[in-house]
């Protein structure tokens, strides 16, 4: 099983960076899929949720309206699209996958997120 994110790096304030995490080795379009961040000395913060279709998100007011959730179950690959990007989104972002009727869950190795002039 694995879960491998992408998409991170250093950008401006006001930038865009578009995240990935790729799933293999588990059925992805059973997982409800979230992405959290852990920013420095502070603990892992929730993000954004998907459920199994993509057709439902929710999104912590943190980052409502500036991030949008994706997935593509064809593909195994899960997305976040981050715009208007602040020096406080700075941070590890992980993938998250659960299975609730399994037991099952996984998390992703993270990628990390800059955002600085």
């Known amino acids: 099983v694995r879960l491998v994110e992408s998409g991170g790096g250093l950008v401006q304030p006001g930038g865009s960076l578009r995240l990935s995490c790729v799933a293999s080795?588990?059925?992805?379009?059973?997982?409800?899929m979230r992405w959290y961040r852990r920013a420095p000395g502070t603990e892992r913060e929730w993000l954004a949720t998907?459920?199994?279709?993509?057709?439902?998100?929710d999104y912590a007011n943190s980052v409502k309206g500036r991030f949008t959730i994706s997935r593509d179950n064809s593909k195994n690959t899960l997305a976040l699209q981050m715009n208007s990007l602040k020096p406080d989104d700075t941070g590890v972002y992980y993938c998250?996958?659960?299975?609730?009727?399994?037991?099952?869950?996984?998390w992703g190795q993270g990628t990390q997120v800059t955002v600085s002039s």
């Open positions: 998250h996958a659960a299975n609730y009727n399994m037991g099952t869950n996984y």
């Open positions: 080795g588990f059925t992805f379009s059973n997982y409800v």
């Open positions: 998907l459920d199994t279709t993509g057709s439902t998100a």
